[in-house]
């Protein structure tokens, strides 16, 4: 995928991810597609430890791949953040 594919995808998985664990509110478009592209590396992580495929391109199972690690990522940053 090129650099606009992975800024889009990355802006959407995160916005996606920022809804389920109730973050939209204090995050911005940065910060979304930050969450969703580092989310999209950690969900490949996680799917290769159960020798599954991670991120493959701009579909659907990609995006649910990058959605799952961004709700980790900001699980994780909610947890080691406190009550924000």
Known sequence: MGILSWIIFGGLAGWI?????KTDKKMGL???IAVGIVGAMI?????SIINKTGV????????LVAVLGA?????IIK????KN
């Open 71 to 75: 709700v980790v990522l900001l699980f």
């Open 56 to 63: 493959t391109g701009f579909n659907l199972y990609s995006f």
């Open 30 to 32: 940065l910060a979304n």
């Open 79 to 82: 947890a080691v953040g406190g």
């Open 43 to 47: 969900g490949g992580f996680l799917m």
């Open 17 to 21: 991810a920022s809804l389920i664990m």
